[in-house]
């Protein structure tokens, strides 16, 4: 009998899987897909020269977690490559504000925007190298962050402290507005801020937008040479060293609950596989309670806050196999990995507009990645493997645009959309379309199809407004990988801390599965001593 099942293999899945065996528990994945890797995949589906990242491509928060860093993925032949520089958001008129991995660079070009901005972008790198080791360990770690928590209360003592918080709780669009005169600095933060569900006028979207703005400058926002599917694959390979072993194309059908207790799964073919301690489940919240676990088992409380869990925003994306590097008009544009395509603030607010009216945008903020840029072994010298997605709304009630896009993404809608987010990549690139070479769409339902945990192209495992963070994730009152099952722990970025390639989300599950077990043998422990010394009184 295995000690656990995990269910799914994307990146959560394998770090928790991989810190039980490195605990000493015998660990099964189970996967549904006929790969492993969830939503860190690649392949060579578009072109056979051409390597695609089929979903995520560029991973700061892996680069930064400590969780990722402490599994020495090298040692498994995983090798992370960068771009000259990290992000670029050009403008129509040839002017654009690069993130660099310097400070001093990224200031001296936001200085051009408006004199100024430089020093107040280094005032905020100033302040990153500050809390950045205590605000990432706390990030990081389960709620409350209690060591991390305490460090970081301490550095910011004093006058410091309060201005600081009241600075990550500001929209991106003020924040920009108090720190920057030109449109540089405020457009970095707002454009960082759309990685996630968050508009600029959102509470905490600035504190997004700084985070990952200093992420990126810190430590890039890297690839893994090769493709994305080599980071899986590192996993993968470290685990089955350590004795644990991936099943793909096994869906779980249900979790066996007995006594209030996790006893093990149901595969769709009907195995039963039992467990000695623990299931994780890497899946979304509302896949997990009431579909993986029957509601017999859940209190009506929790149910009753799943009903208004909340997805973060639909996706649609583009790959392309492109005869050559992309033609900016705005040359800085050309050395990033990642590149932002919106004029400014104001249309990043008309496009998150449109989407929480439920419209489908009519000018598609697009996020643009040039993955030969960053990895050359990606396709042919002189070419490009390149992709770009923005979003669009979970429920469509209109098109902002003249297509008439439903929301029902049939082929008509998909090809319609990516015309219409090619179109916009032509403004800033012109002669861009007559590179391809081909293209590959990825519509709200391939995203699902691919990845039951990409509900409706939701790629972030819920949304990232600040009323579904912390100890309001999944629901209220919970922010811990612990469920109402004993032995059942929520392992997917629908915990905290949420989204991104980091690895926390399974790391928690895993290290509270084995606490909880540890807690257990103490109690057994000190039961079986009291009953021994009893046992030696009789005798005498």
Same mark, same amino acid.
């Given at each position: 009998?295995?000690?656990?099942?995990?269910?799914?293999?994307?990146?959560?899945?394998?770090?928790?899987?991989?810190?039980?065996?490195?605990?000493?528990?015998?660990?099964?994945?189970?996967?549904?897909?006929?790969?492993?890797?969830?939503?860190?995949?690649?392949?060579?589906?578009?072109?056979?020269?051409?390597?695609?990242?089929?979903?995520?491509?560029?991973?700061?928060?892996?680069?930064?977690? &400590?969780?990722?860093?402490?599994?020495?993925?090298?040692?498994?032949?995983?090798?992370?490559?960068?771009?000259?520089?990290?992000?670029?958001?050009?403008?129509?008129?040839?002017?654009?504000?690069?993130?660099?991995?310097?400070?001093?660079?990224?200031?001296?070009?936001?200085?051009?925007?408006?004199?100024?901005?430089?020093?107040?972008?280094?005032?905020?790198?100033?302040?990153?190298?500050?809390?950045?080791?205590?605000?990432?360990?706390?990030?990081?770690?389960?709620?409350?962050?209690?060591?991390?928590?305490?460090?970081? $209360? %301490?550095?910011?003592?004093?006058?410091?402290?309060?201005?600081?918080?009241?600075?990550?709780?500001?929209?991106?669009?003020?924040?920009?507005?108090?720190?920057?005169?030109?449109?540089? #600095?405020?457009?970095?933060?707002?454009?960082?801020?759309?990685?996630?569900?968050?508009?600029?006028?959102?509470?905490?979207?600035?504190?997004?937008? !700084?985070?990952?703005?200093?992420?990126?400058?810190?430590?890039?926002?890297?690839?893994?040479?090769?493709?994305?599917?080599?980071?899986?694959?590192?996993?993968?390979?470290?685990?089955?060293?350590?004795?644990?072993?991936?099943?793909?194309?096994?869906?779980?059908?249900?979790?066996?609950?007995?006594?209030?207790?996790?006893? #093990?799964?149901?595969?769709?073919?009907?195995?039963?596989?039992?467990?000695?301690?623990?299931?994780?489940?890497?899946?979304?919240?509302?896949?997990?309670?009431?579909?993986?676990?029957?509601? +017999?088992? %859940?209190?009506?409380?929790?149910?009753?806050?799943?009903?208004?869990?909340?997805?973060?925003? $639909?996706?649609?994306?583009?790959?392309?196999?492109?005869?050559?590097?992309?033609?900016?008009?705005?040359?800085?544009?050309?050395?990033?990995?990642?590149?932002?395509?919106?004029?400014?603030? =104001?249309?990043?607010?008309?496009?998150?507009?449109?989407?929480?009216?439920?419209?489908?945008?009519?000018?598609?903020?697009?996020?643009?990645?040039?993955?030969?840029?960053?990895?050359?072994?990606?396709? &042919?010298?002189?070419? *490009?493997?390149?992709?770009?997605?923005?979003?669009?709304?979970?429920?469509?009630?209109?098109? $902002?645009? +003249?297509?008439?896009?439903?929301?029902? !993404? =049939?082929?008509?809608?998909?090809?319609?959309?990516?015309?219409?987010?090619?179109?916009?990549?032509?403004?800033?690139?012109?002669?861009?379309?007559? %590179?391809?070479?081909?293209?590959?769409?990825?519509?709200?339902?391939?995203?699902?199809?691919?990845?039951?945990?990409?509900?409706?192209?939701?790629?972030?495992?819920?949304?990232?407004?600040?009323?579904?963070?912390?100890?309001?994730?999944?629901? &209220?009152?919970?922010?811990?990988? *612990?469920?109402?099952?004993?032995?059942?722990?929520?392992?997917?970025?629908?915990?905290?801390?949420?989204?991104g390639v980091h690895g926390a989300c399974g790391a928690n599950a895993a290290r509270a599965a084995i606490r909880s077990t540890a807690a257990?043998?103490?109690?057994?422990?000190?039961?079986?001593?009291?009953?021994?010394?009893r046992l030696r009184i009789q005798q005498r």
């Amino acid at each position: 009998m295995l000690d656990a099942v995990v269910i799914g293999a994307g990146p959560n899945g394998l770090v928790a899987a991989n810190l039980l065996a490195d605990a000493g528990w015998s660990v099964e994945v189970l996967e549904a897909q006929s790969e492993p890797g969830g939503a860190v995949r690649s392949d060579r589906g578009l072109h056979p020269d051409y390597v695609n990242d089929v979903f995520s491509a560029f991973y700061p928060l892996a680069a930064a977690s &400590p969780i990722i860093q402490s599994l020495e993925l090298r040692a498994e032949g995983l090798r992370w490559t960068h771009a000259p520089s990290v992000l670029a958001h050009p403008l129509p008129d040839g002017r654009c504000a690069v993130l660099e991995r310097s400070g001093e660079a990224t200031a001296e070009g936001l200085d051009a925007f408006a004199a100024g901005d430089g020093p107040a972008w280094s005032r905020m790198c100033g302040t990153w190298d500050q809390v950045s080791r205590d605000l990432l360990d706390a990030l990081f770690t389960p709620l409350p962050p209690l060591k991390a928590g305490a460090r970081l $209360a %301490l550095r910011l003592r004093g006058p410091v402290g309060l201005p600081l918080a009241r600075s990550l709780l500001l929209p991106a669009r003020r924040l920009g507005e108090e720190e920057f005169g030109g449109a540089g #600095g405020r457009l970095l933060l707002a454009g960082n801020a759309l990685h996630a569900d968050l508009a600029p006028e959102a509470a905490g979207s600035g504190g997004f937008g !700084w985070l990952l703005c200093m992420l990126g400058q810190h430590y890039g926002f890297p690839v893994p040479a090769g493709g994305a599917g080599q980071l899986s694959a590192a996993l993968v390979h470290r685990l089955e060293r350590r004795g644990g072993s991936v099943r793909c194309g096994e869906r779980v059908r249900e979790i066996v609950v007995r006594g209030g207790r996790a006893m #093990g799964v149901r595969t769709a073919s009907g195995e039963a596989i039992p467990v000695r301690r623990s299931v994780l489940a890497d899946v979304s919240a509302p896949d997990l309670y009431g579909g993986l676990v029957d509601e +017999e088992h %859940l209190p009506r409380e929790l149910l009753d806050s799943m009903q208004r869990f909340q997805w973060d925003f $639909a996706t649609f994306k583009i790959d392309w196999a492109l005869d050559s590097r992309i033609p900016w008009n705005a040359e800085a544009a050309g050395g990033a990995g990642t590149v932002h395509l919106s004029d400014s603030v =104001d249309e990043l607010t008309r496009f998150a507009a449109q989407l929480a009216a439920g419209q489908v945008p009519d000018r598609p903020f697009a996020l643009l990645g040039q993955m030969t840029t960053a990895d050359p072994s990606r396709s &042919p010298a002189g070419t *490009e493997s390149a992709w770009a997605y923005t979003h669009v709304p979970q429920t469509t009630t209109g098109d $902002a645009g +003249e297509d008439c896009i439903t929301g029902a !993404w =049939d082929v008509r809608e998909q090809e319609a959309m990516a015309d219409r987010v090619e179109r916009h990549v032509e403004r800033y690139a012109p002669g861009f379309r007559s %590179l391809i070479r081909g293209r590959r769409i990825l519509a709200p339902p391939t995203f699902q199809s691919l990845d039951a945990n990409l509900h409706g192209g939701a790629i972030n495992g819920g949304t990232a407004s600040l009323h579904q963070q912390l100890i309001f994730r999944p629901v &209220p009152g919970t922010g811990r990988p *612990e469920t109402p099952v004993r032995g059942l722990y929520l392992a997917s970025a629908s915990a905290h801390p949420g989204g991104g390639v980091h690895g926390a989300c399974g790391a928690n599950a895993a290290r509270a599965a084995i606490r909880s077990t540890a807690a257990t043998a103490r109690v057994l422990t000190s039961a079986q001593r009291l009953l021994a010394g009893r046992l030696r009184i009789q005798q005498r």
